[in-house]
């Protein structure tokens, strides 16, 4: 990463993916600055880390918090924005706060940092969602955006306002679209994360639900590889790009719960619900452009991943 070690900032710090990336920072050799509000995330993802004389964590909220202040502390080179309101379906439900986070809380970070002198913001973007239902599968970044949801709308926003000040002030950056993340320290309670869900709900011995008919697809994509994604990104290349980060392959909600139950030992028989309003039939991501221009690609298979992250759930880390 610009040739050597760096001090990071990285903001939804104590999230499922967040904290998973300042673990790789840190085992990479980087000075690494968290920040979290803990609407999401989670204390215990990080409390590994609070001897370590390379990380430092900050509570703060990127909508409220003097990101300014914090910033000119701590002078971070490179910054990786994973904060965000998560929830496609409270974004239906209120907008004005989904756009509170994800697109000013964004325009607020982008702003500290351009004037601290960042070289680079990795946002986060959403390939699940910010192309709506594509004319092709898998999809390549090339196709338009058509967000059907204020959670899509923002991320796109957020995209156009960091390539705004990229054009304006030079402030390189490089937009992550993971698919369908998993794996470990997933939360298992919440409306998206379905290996997580299914896997706690099997080993503890629940009723499973599948929407629809199982045939829905997703690609699902383990998120050590994400991770890799994020680090290969912060660097000289792809500046202003946005990479869709998956496997290419589709996986229906059928297969993934069989998948989920043969890792687990439990059976494979969910109850069928009928689809949620909203729910797209498929979803599978064109990666070509992350190989070429990052030489990314994915190195965890489906079930292998499903396997280490029914084994995080059953020794008992759960949320």
């Known amino acids: 990463m610009y040739g050597g070690p760096v001090r990071a900032l990285v903001t939804g710090a104590a999230g499922f993916i967040g904290s998973t990336l300042v673990d790789r920072l840190?085992?990479?050799?980087?000075?690494?600055?968290?920040?979290?509000?803990?609407?999401?995330?989670r204390a215990t993802n990080l409390e590994h880390l609070a001897d370590n004389p390379a990380h430092v964590f900050v509570e703060a909220d990127i909508v409220t918090a003097d990101l300014q202040a914090i910033?000119?502390?701590?002078?971070?080179?490179?910054?990786?924005?994973?904060?965000?309101?998560?929830?496609?379906?409270?974004?239906?439900?209120?907008?004005q706060f989904d756009a509170s986070v994800n697109v000013i809380g964004t325009v607020r970070l982008a702003e500290?940092?351009?004037?601290?002198?960042?070289?680079k913001i990795v946002h986060t973007s959403s390939g699940g969602s910010i192309y709506g239902t594509p004319p092709v599968y898998p999809t390549p970044e090339t196709v338009p955006t058509d967000p059907t949801s204020p959670y899509a709308?923002?991320?796109?926003?957020?995209?156009?306002?960091?390539?705004?000040?990229?054009?304006?002030?030079?402030?390189?950056?490089?937009?992550?679209?993971?698919?369908?993340?998993?794996?470990?320290?997933?939360?298992?309670?919440?409306?998206?994360?379905?290996?997580?869900?299914?896997?706690?709900?099997?080993?503890?011995?629940?009723?499973?639900?599948v929407f629809g008919d199982g045939s829905k697809t997703r690609d699902y994509v383990?998120?050590?590889?994400?991770?890799?994604?994020?680090?290969?990104?912060?660097?000289?290349?792809?500046?202003?790009?946005?990479?869709?980060i998956g496997t290419g392959l589709e996986t229906s909600d059928r297969?993934?719960?069989?998948?989920?139950?043969?890792?687990?030992?439990?059976?494979?028989?969910?109850?069928?619900?009928?689809?949620?309003?909203?729910?797209?039939?498929?979803?599978c991501l064109d990666i070509g452009l992350a190989e070429r221009v990052l030489g990314w690609r994915p190195q965890v298979r489906l079930d292998d991943g499903v396997r280490r992250t029914v084994e995080y759930f059953r020794s008992g880390q759960t949320v």
Request: charged content about 20%.
């Open 71 to 95: 910033l000119d502390e701590h002078r971070p080179e490179v910054v990786f924005h994973l904060a965000a309101q998560i929830d496609v379906r409270h974004s239906v439900a209120d907008p």
């Open 26 to 41: 840190l085992a990479d050799g980087h000075t690494v600055v968290g920040l979290d509000n803990f609407a999401t995330g």
């Open 255 to 283: 297969q993934l719960h069989s998948a989920v139950a043969a890792a687990v030992g439990g059976p494979d028989d969910p109850e069928f619900h009928p689809d949620r309003l909203g729910d797209l039939r498929r979803s």
């Open 222 to 244: 383990f998120v050590d590889d994400v991770v890799d994604a994020f680090v290969k990104a912060a660097g000289e290349a792809g500046g202003g790009q946005r990479f869709n």
């Open 153 to 209: 709308a923002g991320k796109v926003a957020g995209e156009i306002y960091l390539n705004t000040f990229r054009h304006l002030y030079g402030m390189d950056c490089s937009h992550i679209a993971p698919a369908n993340v998993y794996g470990p320290r997933q939360d298992p309670h919440g409306e998206a994360g379905v290996v997580a869900i299914f896997a706690q709900a099997l080993l503890s011995g629940k009723p499973t639900k």
């Open 112 to 119: 500290a940092a351009r004037r601290t002198g960042v070289r």
